[in-house]
């Protein structure tokens, strides 16, 4: 997906869709692309500069083909019929706010995992006693993607909080829900541990938050690790210390 911006990116999806009229697929291109803009923009408040955050909220969507795919599969004839007379964002909304159809479902909490996990109504939220850093950290795990998307730290008593969500590459995926439990952090002599949070979420996405973990003071980084069934890796996030003025 390198050096692909949202023009494109919403061109390929739009190639898909097979099922729909021309001008169907470019309220879908138009509603899409009105996402990665909005993404874009909440990475920029975190601090990218716009180039860069354009690139990872392209990334971000996964294969345009595969949401193509995804969504042409969904525009059956019979709902095709039925909303010739209405606008595709009617379509989409439907798409994601509909929860009698289990694939449709999963797509909005897909899509809220990748663009706004902090406002799904799944997400954890903070403990007050952490100051919360947003970040925008990926890494595949197989056919899901783990993302942390913020990052707390309590200068008092020295430990921080980890904010994470699971979502599928599909966006009509189920995601494996015992990611989460599988994540390790390492202390401050070295050893991996498992620390205590929460997690909840529904097929679509699913959410944890990790607290309690010690870091010394000044510390840059808090390193999170994984390792299960084959797959392992380690990242690192990092921790800001110095107040903002």
Not at 130 to 139: F, G, I, N, S
Not at 197 to 223: L, R
Request: with cysteine; hydrophobic share 35%.
């Amino acid at each position: 997906m390198t050096g692909v911006n949202r023009e494109e990116f919403c061109a390929r999806v739009e190639r898909c869709l097979r099922r729909a009229t021309a001008a169907e697929r470019e309220s879908i291109g138009a509603e899409i692309a009105a996402h990665l803009e909005d993404h874009a923009s909440a990475l920029e408040e975190a601090g990218y500069d716009p180039a860069e955050a354009e690139v990872r909220a392209v990334e971000a969507m996964g294969e345009p083909e595969k949401i193509g795919k995804a969504l042409n599969e969904q525009l059956s004839g019979f709902w095709l019929a039925l909303s010739r007379g209405s606008t595709v964002a009617i379509v989409l909304g439907w798409l994601l706010l509909c929860n009698t159809l289990p694939g449709i479902y999963f797509f909005g909490g897909n899509l809220s995992a990748r663009w706004n996990p902090e406002g799904s109504p799944n997400a954890i939220r903070s403990h007050e006693e952490y100051e919360v850093q947003p970040v925008d950290l990926r890494v595949r795990v197989k056919s899901d993607v783990l993302r942390v998307y913020q990052v707390g730290l309590d200068r008092f008593e020295h430990q921080a909080e980890v904010a994470v969500c699971v979502y599928d590459q599909s966006p009509f995926g189920r995601v494996d829900t015992g990611i989460i439990h599988s994540l390790r952090f390492q202390a401050p002599d070295g050893s991996w541990e498992r620390y205590g949070g929460g997690s909840g979420g529904n097929d679509g996405a699913w959410y944890g938050q990790i607290s309690g973990i010690p870091v010394e003071p000044g510390q840059k980084f808090v390193t999170m690790g994984y390792d299960r069934y084959g797959e392992k890796f380690t990242l690192e996030i990092p921790l800001k210390w110095e107040a903002e003025e």
